[in-house]
């Protein structure tokens, strides 16, 4: 099995001809971003992608961004998502990773919204992610697997940074067992949060190394996942960011970390710990 690790475009505001080769040179694969809803935009970004033979993930928020608008119905997204297939499939995505529903809707609603959604996806032939995330439907590990009990057949990205912040704690008590959703998920999302914020200033830091070893324990578990399905390869997203994520300086508002090279960082730790994983794994099954 191999890995491909793509670059999230969160914050980046640069055409992507000026910085292709240097992703390339760290080893990413391609850039995961949010669905261009201005056709000559999406023109021009697919243009790019194919011009620097760079691959695509494309994100979907179904209520608009990554806060959902509050009044709006799970009927208004399904909309929406109606629509933003249409934009993504302009773009020949490898899969839609999707922020999906609000988390404030009821567990009927939930239930309803998301098989509603896995249909539409069906039914284009689309393979859809849902990502677990704040502010989302996914923002809880417990309703999540609620919602796996309901609905055994979605897929999902991990992004458990998230579910550290919201559950407070490294989910690594004995009875934090997520064995339903390793199984059901599709895509990691990398970055590494800890019980007080969802976003460690830095990963390689000592201080945060229980966190990066939390983290790297759920990546392993969906990398043994996916050898048992037979894939050929998994994805991996290095998805630091800014927005209130990355840490400054009060009063003087300096960041604590070059964004970027968190991104770089992450992308090579992963690497490593990729083959490293795929080494014992080889020679635990005397390969």
């Known amino acids: 099995m191999e890995l491909d690790i793509f670059r999230t475009l969160w914050g980046i505001q640069e055409p992507l001809d000026s910085y292709a080769n240097a992703l390339k ?8 971003a949010r669905v261009l809803t201005e056709k000559a935009d999406r023109q021009a970004f697919s243009d790019a992608l194919k011009r620097n033979d760079m691959a695509y ?4 928020f179904s209520g608009g961004d990554v806060i959902p608008a509050q009044h709006e119905t799970p009927q208004q997204h399904i909309q929406r998502i109606d629509r933003l297939f249409d934009y993504a499939a302009e773009l020949s995505p490898q899969f839609i990773n999707m922020l999906p529903g609000n988390d404030r809707w009821s567990m009927a609603e939930q239930v309803d919204f998301f098989g509603q959604v896995q249909a539409m996806a069906d039914e284009r032939g689309i393979v859809c992610s849902f990502e677990t995330h704040r502010a989302t439907s996914l923002y809880s590990p417990w309703l999540t697997l609620d919602l796996i009990r309901q609905l055994p057949d ?3 990205t991990t992004d458990i940074s998230h579910w550290v912040l919201v559950s407070e704690r490294l989910l690594n008590d004995p009875a934090d067992d997520f064995s339903a959703f390793i199984e059901r998920v599709h895509h990691i999302q990398a970055r590494v949060g800890y019980p007080q914020g969802p ?3 830095h990963p390689g830091a000592p201080e945060y190394a229980d966190a990066l070893a939390f983290h790297q324990s759920v990546w392993e578990s969906v990398w043994t996942h996916h050898q048992k399905q037979g ?3 998994t994805t991996l997203t290095t998805e630091f960011g800014a927005d209130g994520y990355l840490h400054h300086l009060p009063f003087t508002n300096v960041p604590v970390a070059d964004l970027w090279s968190l991104n770089d960082w992450m992308a090579v730790e992963e690497r490593r710990h990729f083959n490293e994983f795929i080494g014992l794994s080889s020679a635990k099954n005397g390969a």
């Open 25 to 32: 040179n760290v080893g990413f694969t391609g850039v995961e």
């Open 57 to 60: 993930i494309a994100i979907i």
């Open 154 to 156: 979605l897929r999902f």
């Open 199 to 201: 976003q460690a200033p």
């Open 231 to 233: 894939r050929q390869k």
